[in-house]
């Protein structure tokens, strides 16, 4: 069972991270996280002593590790599927929220650091690009396709999947994202019946 205490915790890491994928990281501070999350401003510094870059990292963490979720329960039935799961998470994202939000990966990432330093929450991002390139290539790898090309076509479908849900958002249209998964299925399935 959740104490009462972790469900709190919980629910301003998913608020924090949803902030992050519809402003940006730079754009929030912890009072509009915590307000967004429905906490007290005082419980969100309770369990983020260190202030908003541990949120920003958690919260990055947690999103990361949804989609990594995702992935790995949905490559289960072939990287083919793994693809299709990917971009319908995408498509709910962009879609469900009126493109109003795209990744909170992607967010904290493209945002500039501190001059001289590489802040945890850039590095939960790395980690998080790089957990899901290493699912889709050892999928793509376990359905026959050579081992350098399976992580080229991996980090490929990351990039485009991202740099598509900033153009949807842009855009204001799914198209982008439905194009660019029409044409990395195809690269796909090529890949692994080679």
């Given at each position: 069972?959740?104490?009462?205490?972790?469900d709190v915790r919980g629910r301003i890491v998913a608020g924090a991270a949803d902030m992050i994928r519809?402003?940006?990281?730079?754009?929030?501070?912890?009072r509009t996280l915590a307000k967004h999350a429905d906490?007290?401003?005082?419980?969100?510094y309770h369990y983020f002593p260190d202030g908003k870059q541990q949120l920003a990292t958690e919260?990055?963490?947690?999103?990361?590790?949804?989609?990594?979720r995702?992935?790995?329960r949905e490559l289960a039935a072939g990287p083919v599927a793994g693809l299709r799961a990917f971009f319908a998470l995408w498509r709910e994202t962009v879609l469900g929220t009126d493109f109003r939000?795209?990744?909170?990966?992607?967010?904290?990432?493209?945002?500039?650091p501190p001059e001289g330093e590489?802040?945890?929450?850039?590095?939960?991002a790395a980690e998080a690009f790089s957990a899901w390139e290493s699912l889709l290539a050892d999928s793509l790898r376990e359905h026959g396709a050579d081992a350098q090309q399976a992580e080229q076509i991996a980090t490929l479908v990351v990039a485009a999947v991202?740099?598509?849900v900033a153009l949807c958002r842009a855009k204001r249209s799914i198209e982008p994202l439905d194009r660019t998964a029409e044409q990395l299925q195809a690269l796909v399935a090529a890949a692994i019946d080679h």
């Open positions: 069972m959740v104490q009462p205490s972790q519809r402003r940006g990281l730079n754009a929030t501070t912890v906490a007290p401003l005082g419980s969100t919260a990055v963490r947690f999103a990361g590790d949804m989609v990594s995702t992935l790995r939000a795209g990744c909170p990966v992607l967010a904290v990432a493209i945002e500039e590489t802040p945890a929450v850039l590095t939960a991202e740099g598509t």
